[in-house]
Nanobody
Framework: QVQLVESGGDLVQPGGSLRLSCAAS????????MNWYRQAPGKEREFVAV????????NYAESVRGRFTVSRDNTKNTLYLQMNSLKPEDTAVYYC?????????????WGQGTQVTVSS
């Protein structure tokens, strides 16, 4: 089965940093684009960042561009999100996501999320 498990969320002060991890299993990790999304209380889930399977290309939401960096270690089947210069507006549950487009699909998988709280 495909399984995604996020970790690394915490309470941090504005201007601080966090590194989130998403451990994947049940897929050939290096074959797929991996995404980070986030959802704040009372708001819809929004796209944060994406990385290609080989790690050769990334894209970011404008709200996090220049502050967040997505990376992956295919030897460990793990996706990362380095978050710097954190703002209170970054407070949300962060989710790892993969979309697999094959016959009978597409199939979409999500982790359980990890809470990031940015506050003084």
């Amino acid at each position: 089965q495909v399984q995604l498990v996020e970790s690394g969320g915490d309470l941090v002060q504005p201007g601080g940093s966090l590194r989130l991890s998403c451990a994947a299993s049940g897929i050939t990790f290096s074959r797929y684009f991996m995404n980070w999304y986030r959802q704040a209380p009372g708001k819809e889930r929004e796209f944060v960042a994406v990385m290609t399977g080989t790690g050769d290309s990334t894209n970011y939401a404008e709200s996090v561009r220049g502050r967040f960096t997505v990376s992956r270690d295919n030897t460990k089947n793990t996706l990362y999100l380095q978050m710097n210069s954190l703002k209170p507006e970054d407070t949300a549950v962060y989710y790892c996501n993969v979309r697999i487009v094959i016959a009978g699909g597409p199939y979409e998988y999500w982790g359980q999320g990890t809470q990031v709280t940015v506050s003084s």
